[in-house]
């Protein structure tokens, strides 16, 4: 079973880890950050230790997991950072969430920029799309009237990584090569699925086949 960041006995313990490594953090002025993604560079000024709901550390198959959690974040930006892979120990995981708040406790020195919201990005599979934070409010109030779910906009997605791709992962040169009305819903569909709260959306979270049978007409 996955580890569920939301349960209410997980966010407890992880909010009691949470105090006692506040006493543990180091020196990061000196660490460089640098972003893989435009949606990292983007959020990580948001990942700042006043935002810090709890932090979850939990063993894997293949080694333990340090994830940090966020709490009242900008909507479209991701809640729940954490090591890109397992590490061996619990010993190594804790070391790795102490890191992430140091960098959380530094990005809290420097100030937001205004009130500039800054692009999003939605991650699907091996591109991101960009996406109209000041757009993400009005959208998901149509979709609440209308009472579209995130399954929904998740099938959506799977969809047309069925139609561009044939349920390979998308990347830039299979997305280029799909035609223009094809990549316009790609970029709506993955503003649907901001609105409601992903970020990202990749093959291990389903193909169409999966979604399928409860999508709603045709996509």
Not at 1 to 25: C, E, F, I, V
Not at 180 to 188: N, Y
Not at 194 to 215: I, K, N
């Amino acid at each position: 079973m996955d580890y569920d960041h939301g349960s209410r006995p997980n966010r407890r313990r992880a909010a009691t880890l949470l105090d006692a490594m506040k006493g543990r953090l180091v020196d990061a002025s000196g660490a460089v950050e640098r972003s893989m993604t435009m949606q990292a560079t983007t959020a990580s000024p948001h990942w700042r230790i006043s935002n810090v709901a709890g932090v979850h550390v939990y063993d894997v198959a293949q080694g333990w997991n340090a994830d940090v959690a966020f709490k009242d974040l900008p909507s479209g930006v991701p809640a729940v950072i954490g090591n890109a892979v397992p590490v061996k120990t619990r010993r190594e995981a804790l070391e790795s969430a102490i890191m992430q708040l140091s960098l959380c406790a530094e990005r809290e020195k420097v100030p937001l920029a205004g009130n500039d919201s800054p692009m999003l990005y939605f991650v699907i599979d091996d591109i991101e799309i960009p996406v109209d934070p000041d757009e993400l409010s009005e959208t998901r109030a149509k979709l609440a009237h209308e009472g579209y779910t995130v399954e929904q906009a998740e099938g959506r997605l799977a969809y047309l990584r069925h139609v561009i791709s044939g349920d390979e992962p998308l990347n830039a040169d299979n997305v280029a090569e799909a035609d223009h009305e094809t990549r316009t819903r790609l970029v709506i569909a993955c503003h649907i699925a901001m609105a409601l709260g992903r970020t990202q959306f990749s093959v291990e979270d389903g193909t169409w086949a999966d979604f399928m049978p409860t999508a709603p007409g045709m996509m």
